[in-house]
Nanobody, 117 residues
Framework: QVQLVESGGGLVQAGGSLRLSCAAS????????MGWYRQAPGKERELVAI???????NYADSVKGRFAISRDNAKNTVSLQMNSLKPEDTAVYYC???????????WGQGTQVTVSS
């Protein structure tokens, strides 16, 4: 069984920073793409940032220039550095990893990020 566990969420004032981390445990998998998604109350889950195994990245327009995604393939971890946070960044943030061989998706349980104005 594979588990993705997020950490680093919390409450921060607008303009502040947080760093989210996600680590895989259980059966050792090779992940192709890994990413961060978020879901605000009453809204659908949306992509925040994604990174391929080779390090190519893609960001939602709303976070470009403020967020940075990174990963450590050897440790099966992915991180999200969030700077210049805004109240509209408030959401539950989820980590996702896709199995390299069969593309099965694995999700973390989510971590709450709250940005106060």
């Amino acid at each position: 069984q594979v588990q993705l566990v997020e950490s680093g969420g919390g409450l921060v004032q607008a303009g502040g920073s947080l760093r989210l981390s996600c680590a895989a445990s259980g059966i050792i998998l090779t992940f192709s793409a890994m990413g961060w998604y978020r879901q605000a109350p009453g809204k659908e889950r949306e992509l925040v940032a994604i990174i391929t195994r080779g390090g190519n990245t893609n960001y939602a327009d709303s976070v470009k220039g403020r967020f940075a995604i990174s990963r450590d393939n050897a440790k099966n971890t992915v991180s999200l550095q969030m700077n210049s946070l805004k109240p509209e960044d408030t959401a539950v943030y989820y980590c996702k990893g896709s199995d390299y061989y069969n593309n099965q998706a694995y999700w973390g349980q989510g971590t709450q990020v709250t940005v106060s104005s």
